[in-house]
T-cell receptor, first 120, second 110 residues
């Protein structure tokens, strides 16, 4: 069974940075893109970007350009998402989600989520 | 304003059939496959079905989808109390070069 296990909740101050990890198991990590999606409290889902774990190539939503990074460690099957210059409206649950194969490209399996709280 | 529009809420009683619509409002998403997700309270989204109404293993056949023109819909038959959740549609957005999600529909089982 495909599993994505994310790192734990964090509290950050405005202006700080955060890095969330997502460890994949039960499938070949480098065969599937990984998306990152966030959900503010009581709100809907917002796509942030994706990474090709095979090549490391990334694609980000424009609104996060300049303060987001995505990396991966193929030896451990772990994807990472970093977000800098945090603001209070970055308070959200952040999900990693494997991309369905082929032309579907949309998320199929999701991590359990990581709550990031930005507060002074 | 999402390019995918869903009703904010729907409701039904146990045993009823409910339908949630998802309409596209941008040419950037064209006729790309639409997928549906269920998010139970306090949990991560879960894929309900995709492409040609295929359901991942473990998803009951009470959940089905259909497509009409530029819109899609999710139908839940034989509504059960455990179906109470938020439901999201999603599709690929060529201008975003990524997935776009509908605003979500809260299903209440009365």
């Amino acid at each position: 069974q495909v599993q994505l296990v994310q790192s734990g909740a964090e509290v950050k101050k405005p202006g700080a940075s955060v890095r969330v990890s997502c460890k994949a198991s039960a499938y070949t990590f480098t065969d599937y893109y990984m998306h990152w999606v966030r959900q503010a409290p009581g709100q809907g889902l917002e796509w942030m970007g994706r990474i090709n774990p095979n090549t490391g190539a990334t694609s980000f939503a424009q609104r996060f350009q300049g303060r987001i990074s995505m990396t991966r460690d193929t030896s451990t099957g772990t994807a990472y998402m970093g977000l800098g210059r945090l603001r209070s409206d970055d308070t959200a649950t952040y999900y990693c989600a494997r991309a369905a194969p082929g032309l579907l490209r949309l998320p199929d399996f999701w991590g359990q989520g990581t709550l990031i709280t930005v507060s002074s | 304003q999402s390019v995918l529009t869903q009703p904010p809420s729907v409701s039904g009683t146990p045993g009823q059939r409910v339908t949630i619509s998802c309409s596209r409002s941008s040419s950037n998403i064209g006729s790309h496959t639409m997928m549906w997700y269920q998010q139970l309270p306090g949990t991560a989204p879960k894929l309900l079905f995709y492409s040609n109404n295929q359901r991942p293993s473990g998803v009951p056949d009470r959940f089905s989808g259909s497509k009409s023109g530029t819109s899609g819909s999710l139908t839940i038959s034989g509504l059960q109390s455990e179906d109470e959740a938020d439901y999201y549609c999603a599709t690929w957005d060529d201008s975003l070069n990524g997935p776009v999600f509908g605003g979500g529909t809260k299903l209440t089982v009365l």
